[in-house]
């Protein structure tokens, strides 16, 4: 089995104190802890009959708390009540009994019930970050000769700032330092030179057990963990401090919310906490660059992945509603997200895989496609799709930069990778490629829109993000590796389309209209 459902592709590394030798290292394809499904029913999402541990969800009527009766019933399961989310109507809960959602989906008063999982707690091991290659100090010299007055030092690396006009407005503001940016992800080291004068310490927490960890540090990923979350935080809010790169909107905070398990797995519980958290601490916008385990689609006709469908739903609902705007990766399988069927091969990916055919109207990447949820496309260097970003009319909302293979877009100089430049954990910085890449840059724009009308709601940011976006055609035809077959298919108008969806985000007209 294998885990990092982060949406990003490749990392390398540039250390601190700008000698600047860089690393280079595919993300994790971790191997968990759990033992292998016994067969193909298991790996089809049916639970063992041994009496494993395994984590649940639970959802009742919203706004009334656990009943007695639906407590007493969920002990008899044999169940353990980890936490409750009581304005949502969703419990947490632990049990060894392989018929607890089965039984408990009887119960009066409950509305679905279903596992987060297919291997038994906790499905964690440690994460490979990869061997180190250097980059040429040639282009750490020409990065630093191209900085122009008021630039950071590795700005001329960041294609991605004028591909969305950031860096222009940038000349107009920042951003407010009212606005919090929450990064929902693998951990943010806010130690790091670039994130350190943006953090917002109080709208972070540690959320991976489904239940808030607010230790100091807690948010923070061990030397094992991806580097992912402390990227997406640095391409949102990187100070302009004159140290490594510049983010989106590097005037507002960013915060960070640890979701993901050592061996980089995103269960339901864990998101669920995550917006709660974001919802009742103020957060203005969360970045959400990864898609829910084990299943990258969840089937509505299924009723343990149905109950994940709704607990999530419930859950960025109150957030949007509190105010929060939440934005979300497409995902990297160059899938049709519109298509009448596609197969996914890689469900579920903390066990063992089976090859399944699903209706995607039916059967949802979540968080990225649930109700009012900001889909976000990638494009690269020169502002096409990504070879590797979803797509799908109606699916996708908005483009912006994700990064793609040098080979097949190759940015102007003085930038030398068609890869998005980032902070890494420990003081370094590095390449990302990926729609966890594309994502961070909608959530700063949402965020300097935010900061140009503090009053907004979250329905009227988005609005605005749309109605800003820069309309971007289909790419017709689309042949992005040059072989002359067409690598997707793109649908739509100019104004609204399913490889740009509404168009590709601009940050200058967030800070000017």
């Not at 759990?34 to 959802?59: H, Q």
Request: glycine letters at 10%; proline letters at 7%; a negative charge.
């Amino acid at each position: 089995m294998t885990a990092s459902t982060t949406r990003s592709r490749r990392v390398i590394a540039i250390p601190l104190g700008m000698a600047l030798a860089t690393a280079l290292a595919f993300l994790p394809n971790v191997t968990a802890s759990a033992a292998p499904a016994a067969d193909a029913a298991d790996a089809a999402g049916k639970i063992s009959a041994e009496a494993t541990p395994l984590s649940y969800v639970v959802n009742v009527r919203a706004g009334h708390g656990v009943s007695s009766q639906v407590k007493k019933a969920i002990t008899r399961a044999g169940g353990t009540i980890v936490t409750s989310y009581d304005r949502i109507g969703v419990i947490v809960v632990h049990s060894s009994n392989a018929d607890f959602a089965k039984t408990v989906r009887k119960v009066r008063g409950v509305e679905s019930a279903g596992s987060t999982r297919t291997a038994p707690l906790p499905a964690q091991s440690t994460t490979d970050v990869g061997t180190p290659k250097a980059l040429s100090a040639q282009d750490v010299a020409a990065a630093g000769a191209a900085a122009a007055a008021g630039q950071d030092p590795l700005e001329p690396l960041q294609w991605d700032l004028p591909a969305i006009k950031a860096d222009k407005a940038h000349q107009k503001t920042l951003g407010s330092r009212k606005v919090t940016v929450a990064v929902i992800d693998t951990g943010v080291d806010d130690t790091h030179p670039d994130i350190a004068p943006n953090f917002d310490r109080e709208a972070s927490v540690n959320c991976v057990t489904g239940k808030p960890d607010t230790g100091d540090g807690a948010w923070r990923p061990s030397a094992e963990e991806s580097p992912h979350g402390t990227h997406v935080a640095g391409e949102i809010a990187a100070a302009k401090n004159g140290v490594g790169v510049t983010g989106v909107a590097p005037g507002v905070k960013v915060s960070g919310i640890k979701v993901s398990t050592t061996a980089g797995f995103f269960y339901t519980e864990a998101v669920v906490c995550g917006f709660m958290w974001a919802a009742e601490h103020g957060v203005d916008v969360t970045n959400n660059s990864y898609y829910t385990d084990p299943w990258y689609f969840n089937c509505k006709n299924d009723p343990d992945q149905k109950a994940l469908v709704e607990a999530l739903t419930r859950a960025t609902r109150y957030a949007e509603k509190k105010g929060t705007v939440n934005v979300a990766a497409a995902g990297n399988e160059n899938y049709d997200l519109a298509a009448d069927e596609i197969t996914d091969p890689s469900s579920p990916n903390d066990t063992t895989p089976a090859e399944r055919v699903i209706d995607p109207s039916e059967c949802l990447d979540i968080p990225t496609q649930l109700p009012g949820v900001v889909t976000v496309s990638s494009t690269g260097a020169k502002g096409i799709k990504s070879s590797f970003s979803n797509h799908g009319l109606g699916v996708v909302d908005i483009a912006a930069p994700g990064g793609d293979s040098t080979s097949y877009q190759t940015p102007a100089p003085p930038a030398t990778s068609g890869l998005i430049l980032g902070p890494l954990p420990g003081g370094s910085w590095g390449y990302m490629a990926g729609t966890s890449m594309a994502s961070p840059h909608v959530a700063g724009v949402a965020a300097l829109i935010k900061s140009t009308h503090p009053r907004a709601s979250a329905a009227l940011v988005k609005a605005l993000l749309y109605a800003q976006a820069d309309a971007t055609p289909c790419t017709d035809p689309y042949d992005i590796d040059g072989d002359g077959k067409i690598d997707a298919v793109c649908e739509g108008s100019k104004n609204r389309n399913g490889f740009y969806g509404w168009g590709t985000a601009d940050a200058l007209d967030a800070v000017t209209r």
